[in-house]
């Protein structure tokens, strides 16, 4: 209801008066306007209400005899008009009284005149009437602007991740909020926040800012807050010559007293007084902060709106600076160990770079010696050097798989469209002579249409060229290893299974295939390999939204699954 409508058409406090009597209506209203309230008078109720919607008077004097005539009414009437529910009634009584009123009546009255009227005890108890609801009406308005207030407080918390941003909008919205001259929050050292304490002064105020609370402070803050916030209640307080502690005050804090003596001199004396409100910040079992609450005016009286809503905004505030403080610690764990992945492929690359160098000598000039440039050998020192020659080539492919290991994660804006069938045969074909040399059969079943895959051609190759090559090399003689590849039922993915009749694999290794350098344990000196390879395939694979899975049975053989998503259905980006 806007507020021209609660005050009536005329904007001051109105009366209505409603009589039988012609000689009692003319009698009010006289009265009643002699003492400055605007009256109009009615005869029915049918009138009265027409009034009451039409003038939007402050009070209705009412004939007892007519609002029993619709007492049995009235309830629906105020169902179907609310605004009607607040309207103070004064029930014009007999000399003798009116017997006991209906159930219906009773509850919508706010006061009672006995016959004979007089004019002092009409005048003031029509006055009391209006400043009582007038009271309600602007303790209503300020709640609902308090409210609204809390929630923009909310949501602007909610906005930010910022403990800093929180807390610099926080104070000065809550101190205008609730008309305080100073705002301090009081955070203490807790491991669900970080501790923060700092204040508010308002800019028109013309005196002294408050300095924020100190950490030397929270020792006897802390029990404070305990006691608080085990009863989820505020405290008074009051400090200066002037202020009359009440029975429930608390002893204020050093800072604050110190604040008031600190004061210019101008300012001190009877009216440099403080008096506020104190009330505890927290989560769960504990809180860990105070807000404090000041006015150098009047003393702060909270009413239960107030308190309420403070505290619920409290609630979001302490929820805001718990999961800006989770945040923090994330981006802080991001940052070291991006600081650590930098410093691993640093140090890799270094390593990478150190051994090369060498390694590459070394093998230059074994294969001139192996070669004779430098001399005729004997037999025995020609073996000797091939065995390290051999040992130097491992030692070279090691390097390659550790800095493939330890190789950037490629982009997916990178990746283009790999014809996977092309890809599959291709492989196939160039390990045929490895198969034939061990005496295996190399199987593989391929479509002779296009299955397209996004990805980095390269990478997809060296990771399928891994699991095939651990077919073939862990397969005996007279062994199959067979390729196919197939698209899932949901035509969204392709598969590709290869298959052998090897060693197998035992079931305590399985697990552990894809830890980089393991090792099954069935896998013999002679079968040459650092245990990387399939650690950088389900990278790869990863890398590419696919999976790898391996089946195997000891002395049965081993099939290994890939599982990649076609080109109009891969993740990208």
């Known amino acids: 209801m806007a507020q021209d409508e609660v005050r009536g058409r005329r904007g001051d406090a109105s009366a209505v008066v409603a009589s039988a009597s012609g000689n009692e209506r003319a009698h009010l209203k006289r009265l009643l306007e002699d003492g400055g309230v605007p009256t109009r008078t009615v005869t029915t109720a049918a009138s009265l209400l027409d009034e009451v919607l039409t003038d939007r008077p402050d009070v209705l004097l009412v004939d007892v005899f007519l609002a029993l005539a619709y007492a049995d009414t009235l309830a629906d009437t105020i169902a179907q008009h609310p605004q009607l529910t607040d309207l103070p009634v004064i029930l014009l009584l007999p000399e003798g009284g009116a017997g006991e009123l209906p159930d219906t009546l009773a509850p919508s009255l706010s006061d009672v005149v006995f016959r004979p009227l007089e004019a002092t005890e009409v005048l003031q108890r029509t006055r009391s009437a209006i400043a009582r609801r007038r009271h309600r009406q602007a303790q209503r308005a300020s709640s ?84 608080l916030w085990e009863d989820t209640a505020t405290a008074s307080f009051s400090s ?30 009877d009216d440099r007084t403080m008096h506020g409100v104190v009330a505890a910040l927290g989560e769960g079992d504990t809180p860990f902060g105070l807000l404090w609450i000041m006015s150098e005016e009047t003393p702060l009286t909270w009413t239960g709106v107030e308190a309420a809503l403070t505290q619920h905004v409290l609630g979001n505030l302490a929820h805001g600076l718990i999961q800006a403080q989770l945040i923090s610690r994330q981006q802080q764990a991001v940052r ?28 230059g000039y074994l294969e001139m010696i192996i070669d004779g440039v430098g001399g005729e050998l004997p037999p025995e020192a020609h073996t000797m050097l091939q065995a390290v020659e051999r040992n130097t080539a491992k030692l070279s492919q090691l390097i390659d798989n550790i800095s493939a290991l330890s190789a950037r994660e490629t982009d997916a804006s990178e990746h283009g469209p790999v014809d996977i069938v092309h890809l599959v045969s291709e492989l196939t074909s160039r390990a045929v002579l490895q198969a034939a040399a061990g005496g295996i059969t190399l199987d593989c079943a391929l479509p002779d249409r296009l299955v397209t895959v996004s990805g980095d051609r390269g990478q997809l190759s060296a990771a399928l060229a891994v699991v095939l090559s651990n077919a073939i090399k862990f397969t005996q003689q007279e062994g199959t290893v067979s390729v196919r590849l197939t698209q899932e039922p949901d035509h969204e993915h392709v598969v590709i299974v290869v298959q052998d009749t090897g060693i197998g694999i035992p079931v305590d290794d399985l697990p552990r295939l894809f830890d980089a350098f393991h090792r099954a344990s069935n896998a013999t000196p002679a079968l040459p390999g650092a245990g990387v390879g399939l650690s950088i395939a389900k990278k790869t694979l990863e890398d590419h939204h696919g999976t790898i899975t391996i089946e195997s049975s000891l002395g049965v053989g081993t099939s290994v699954a890939i599982t990649l998503p076609l080109l109009n259905h891969a993740a990208v980006g």
């Not at 407080?153 to 919205?173: E, G, K, M, W, Y």
């Not at 200066?240 to 604040?259: N, V």
């Open 336 to 363: 070291k160990l991006r600081a650590l992945n930098q410093a691993k492929s640093d140090f890799v690359g270094t390593v990478n770079h150190e051994l090369r160098t060498p390694l590459a000598s070394i093998a």
């Open 144 to 227: 609902e602007r308090l409210r609204e207030d809390m929630r923009r407080i909310s949501a602007r918390i909610r906005a930010t991740n910022d403990p800093a941003v929180i807390v610099d909008q926080f104070l000065p919205a809550v101190g205008q909020a609730l008309d305080a001259h100073h705002v301090a929050l009081q955070v203490f050292d807790d491991d669900r926040v970080a501790a923060h304490s700092c204040s508010w002064t308002r800019d028109t105020d013309g005196g002294a800012a408050i300095a924020a609370p100190l950490r030397t402070h929270q020792e006897a803050s802390l029990a404070l807050a305990l006691e």
């Open 240 to 269: 200066g010559p002037a202020a009359a502690p009440q029975r429930d005050d608390i002893p204020p804090p050093e800072w604050i007293l110190h604040h008031a003596r600190a004061a210019p001199a101008s300012l001190q004396g």
